[in-house]
């Protein structure tokens, strides 16, 4: 349900692409920000409204 893309080529500046299909979109450039959207987008898969739907849906 989410994508995270990283691209980081030797002796360029790091860019990321966070995307769900719960409409979230977010980007990032350079190594500090780019760690954060990684912090962010791995939080993000436990509140993610598709996903604890979905989990709802399994469990009963």
Same mark, same amino acid.
């Given at each position: 349900?989410?994508?995270? %893309?990283?691209? &980081?080529? $030797?002796?360029? @500046?790091? @860019?990321? @692409? +966070?995307? %769900?299909? %719960?409409? $979230? =979109?977010? +980007?990032?450039?350079?190594?500090p920000?780019?760690?954060?959207?990684?912090? =962010?987008?791995? &939080?993000?898969? =436990?509140? %993610?409204?598709? $996903?604890? @739907?979905?989990? $709802?849906?399994?469990? &009963?």
């Amino acid at each position: 349900m989410a994508w995270l %893309c990283i691209r &980081a080529p $030797r002796g360029t @500046t790091p @860019t990321a @692409t +966070s995307k %769900c299909l %719960c409409g $979230r =979109d977010r +980007s990032a450039v350079g190594h500090p920000k780019v760690h954060a959207l990684i912090a =962010d987008h791995e &939080a993000h898969r =436990d509140a %993610c409204p598709l $996903r604890t @739907t979905q989990e $709802r849906r399994n469990a &009963a």
